[in-house]
């Protein structure tokens, strides 16, 4: 089965690195909230697993070297994945817009809200 | 006896692996969809943060990190296989599933002690997404484990071999699909 | 179904004759064989029964809306709920019983390996796999009609929170079962989709170029790789649905934190581009009806390609224009407006293409062509009516009316009705060897089609007059329940009623022909396409010889040749 692209790659590639790569950057990613930086900590946490996914899929998937249409099956998937989130975040994600109000899950945010301070004022 | 059909290459990349990716993509939407929809609500319920403030972040990592290194056992079967090694691919296959026991483990503990505080399935929408995400991902870990079982049986006899990069592949998706549900549901709080 | 057997064995006995090898048993050979044509078979009986009971279903509560409250012949009295789970029920089978296993899984099983020259599909086991989910996912329905609180009732959408709780639904039993019956029909569809694509992409003869496909070929592989895009999300949307009902998590409910629209957007992010799903093959079986019985050329094989893929990528822009009322954000009712009213343009240029492949054509007016230029012709005022549903202003006022419902099924009977007519009839030669009766053919047609037209026209002006859909009974609504919209119901129920009998004559055609009609012989038709070169039935394993690939399917009438057709595998 080892297509002859592959077969040269394949030998080479040292996948003990690949890897001990890959838990410095899980390392990172559990670190990241300590620093206490909203921003950064969206940045370590969904950064690096586009990182360590990119890096699981080229090197242990093969996709590296694998010819290019199942990559574009892949990536077609990836895309209308975030086609969808588009089309459905607008209602979803938001509780108001123009002329619209969701005022059920406005009312569970703020019941919840509340509910999470005064817990928190009791301890 | 395989038909002539299953022979054939036309693409250039051998039958199996061809279906693989197809079966890879159609998962991609299925967690895709699943996903999409956590991140909407997570991004407009702020109350979400506070529920997932009671999630173990060392559980998840743990289990990430079995899960890192059970892909790479998976890609050194692979690679056993490559060179005409079935018993060697056997062995790594088995490593692989042992990865795969050691995160069901992991999880069960887990989420007995997050029943038993009261968060359960039908506490709130996020807990709702938190059990069918990991628990659909379980699943897949379970399907995954169950056919290495069957390759790495077949293996050792250096039987089909091909099927070792192709479970492999999949346990790579399966993988990477717990790369991204390790920060959505563990870090981000 | 026994009878059916008889007829299949018969038929597969004239195919093996020149064999010698020991016949496997019934169970081996119609239950648990892997061949790709017995398979097809399968998948095609299933959706024919099944569309009898949709059809069944279709009478008894067409018959409530044109004598509400009598009681109906052969049914009994109605209750309101029970109206609401034949609606649903009729909803859920044809598009998924019946559309989609006749036009995908049939006519994909018996033709991809036929038409791209090859013994079978790449994975034949799976492929018996994926007809034993399907098989099990038909019981699953079936058995829903029968439990306590009968079917479930919520339309075949399923919109939370009337889906979701059994509180509303008044199903606990029926709404699970049908939820689970849908998802093992999404599993049967995957694993098949899968198998077609892979097959397709990779099992083509030697010499098939991409252009030598044949079109039907291309728009079955299209619209499953279309289908395996767009049911994911579904699919955990499902998960998610059955997980409220059963368990009652909190997905679909706002007071916990969930969103009841997101179920809505997730089922027509698939139910959308099943539309196409479904239209891809129909119109690629009236492409290749068309070719062969106007003996011209496929005016345009790449322009027909082009906008099918057009069509398939524009098809995942447009789903919530279904949505328009449901409290959507009006700024996406704008986007989803502008790209449904886009889609209209390949769609249009692909009825184009075909007119201009008859143009000049000597037609032969034999049964299937009737049906493929029914299908233009029938399709065209499904998708003009589209129109005004896609822009939402008018949307607005048109939502959920009859209007909507005649739109849909101009769209819907064309494709899963006429359209395989078209296919059945035109492929009949090939899969049992036997001719079909012309005459009775034409009367079906016939009689089919003006009933279909008596059916659905009338409903077009009530839905305009602002009858709304899933009422039981209009009587106590002063403004619809006026004679002249009373009697436009009647007429629609005549119809319906009209399109079942004429199907006795196509039952009759059917299994009358597998025993007496004339013996087909390899080409009828004259046509020009890889399967047409086998012995009818074909044998197990199809060809005797691998064929190879010289030119494209649509050779016809090219000057300079004696004959008017030039089959794919002959040499210069």
């Known amino acids: 089965m080892s297509a002859s692209p592959e077969a040269a790659d394949g030998h080479h590639t040292n996948y003990v690195k690949i890897w001990a790569i890959l838990l410095v950057l899980l390392v990172i990613s559990v670190l990241g909230p300590l620093l206490g930086h909203r921003t950064l900590t969206l940045v370590t946490a969904f950064g690096i697993a586009g990182v360590k996914a990119y890096i699981v899929a080229a090197h242990f998937m093969h996709l590296k070297t694998e010819l290019k249409i199942a990559s574009y099956i892949l990536v077609t998937m990836v895309a209308l994945m975030v086609l969808l989130f588009m089309g459905v975040s607008p209602d979803v994600m938001k509780h108001d817009g123009r002329n619209w109000n969701n005022d059920a899950a406005k009312a569970e945010t703020h019941r919840a809200e509340s509910a999470h301070s005064a817990a928190g004022a009791e301890h | 006896m395989k038909p002539i059909a299953t022979t054939r290459s036309a693409t250039g990349i051998p039958t199996g692996r061809l279906a693989l990716w197809w079966v890879v993509g159609s998962e991609i939407v299925i967690f895709g969809g699943l996903l999409a929809s956590y991140i909407m609500h997570r991004i407009g319920h702020p109350e979400f943060g506070d529920y997932a403030a009671h999630t173990n972040t060392w ?37 692989t599933i042992g990865g795969a026991v050691t995160f069901l483990v992991v999880k069960g503990f887990e989420w007995t002690h997050e029943i038993h505080q009261g968060y359960t399935i039908t506490a709130n929408a996020f807990w709702s997404f938190y059990y069918t995400a990991a628990g659909l991902h379980g699943l897949h870990v379970i399907a995954g484990a169950i056919v290495m079982g069957v390759v790495a049986h077949k293996a050792k006899r250096n039987e089909e071999l091909q099927r070792v990069e192709l479970v492999g592949i999949y346990w790579h998706f399966v993988d990477i699909v717990w790369i991204f549900l390790f920060p959505l549901l563990y870090i981000a709080k | 179904m026994a009878s059916t057997a008889d007829h299949a064995d018969h038929a597969d006995h004239a195919g093996d004759a020149g064999h010698a090898h020991h016949e496997p048993g019934f169970v081996k050979k119609y239950l648990w064989s892997t061949d790709h044509k017995m398979i097809a078979m399968q998948y095609l009986f299933t959706g024919m029964v099944m569309a009898l009971i949709g059809g069944y279903f279709a009478y008894a509560f067409r018959m409530q809306m044109a004598f509400p409250g009598q009681h109906v012949p052969g049914f009994g009295f109605m209750a309101p709920g029970e109206y609401n789970g034949l609606v649903t029920s009729h909803g859920t089978i044809m598009i998924f019983w019946v559309a989609m296993p006749v036009l995908l899984a049939a006519f994909g099983n018996f033709l991809i390996p036929l038409m791209i020259g090859c013994d079978d599909m790449v994975f034949p086991r799976l492929n018996r796999l994926s007809y034993q989910i399907f098989l099990i996912s038909a019981v699953v329905l079936v058995a829903s009609f029968f439990v306590h609180g009968g079917p479930f009732g919520g339309a075949w959408t399923a919109y939370p929170p009337l889906s979701a709780k059994a509180e509303y639904n008044l199903t606990p039993l029926g709404a699970t079962l049908w939820l689970v019956a849908v998802a093992l029909e999404f599993v049967a569809f995957l694993l098949g989709g899968i198998n077609f694509v892979t097959t397709a992409m990779n099992a083509r003869a030697p010499g098939m170029r991409m252009w030598d496909i044949p079109i039907v070929i291309w728009m079955i592989v299209l619209a499953s790789i279309m289908f395996m895009a767009s049911v994911g999300p579904l699919v955990a949307g499902a998960a998610m649905l059955l997980f409220d009902q059963t368990l009652g998590t909190a997905f679909y409910d706002p007071a916990r934190g969930g969103d009841p629209i997101l179920w809505q957007h997730l089922f027509w992010f698939f139910g959308h581009p099943e539309v196409y799903v479904v239209l891809l093959p129909a119109l ?27 069509t398939g990528i524009l098809g995942f822009f447009v789903w919530a224009h279904h949505q328009f009322i449901a409290g959507i954000d009006p700024r996406m009712a704008n986007v989803f407006t502008v790209t449904t009213v886009l889609i209209s343009v390949p769609i249009g240029e692909m009825c184009f293409v075909y007119i201009a492949t008859l143009y000049g054509g000597s037609i032969r007016l034999t049964t299937p062509m009737l049906w493929a230029l029914a299908f233009l012709a029938e399709f065209l005022i499904g998708g003009v009516t589209g129109i005004f549903l896609g822009a939402s202003g008018s949307d607005i006022y048109l939502h959920d009316t009859y209007f909507v419902l005649a739109h849909f099924h101009y769209t819907f009977f064309p494709i899963a009705i006429i359209a395989v007519f078209a296919g059945i009839t035109y492929w009949y030669p090939k899969m049992f060897g036997r001719m079909l009766n012309e005459t009775l053919g034409k009367i079906h047609f016939w009689i089919t089609i003006v009933g279909f037209n008596m059916a659905f026209i009338p409903l077009f002006i009530c839905g305009a007059a602002g009858d709304h859909r899933r009422i039981y009974d209009y009587s106590s609504f002063p403004d619809l329940a006026k004679p002249y919209l009373q009697n436009l119901r009647i007429l629609a129920t005549v119809g319906t009623i009209v399109i079942l009998f004429g199907q006795i004559f196509f039952l009759i055609n059917f299994f009358r022909s597998l025993r007496g009609g004339p013996v087909a012989g390899p080409n009828p038709w004259r046509a020009n396409t890889l399967e047409w070169t086998v012995p009818s039935p074909p044998p197990h394993g199809n060809f005797a010889v691998m064929p190879t690939v010289y030119r494209g399917p649509y050779e016809y009438s090219v000057p300079g040749r004696e004959e008017d057709f030039w089959p794919q595998n002959l040499p210069d």
């Open chain 2, 59 to 95: 559980a998840g990592a743990l289990n990430t990190f079995v899960l890192l290194t059970s892909s790479l056992f998976a890609v050194l079967a692979h690679q056993a296989a490559e060179k005409g090694d079935g018993r060697k691919a056997h062995r790594f296959l088995w490593y």
């Open chain 3, 284 to 310: 690629g079986i009236v492409a290749e009806v068309m070719t062969v019985f106007a003996r011209k050329k496929l005016f345009a094989y790449k322009t027909v390609l082009y906008t099918a893929i057009a």
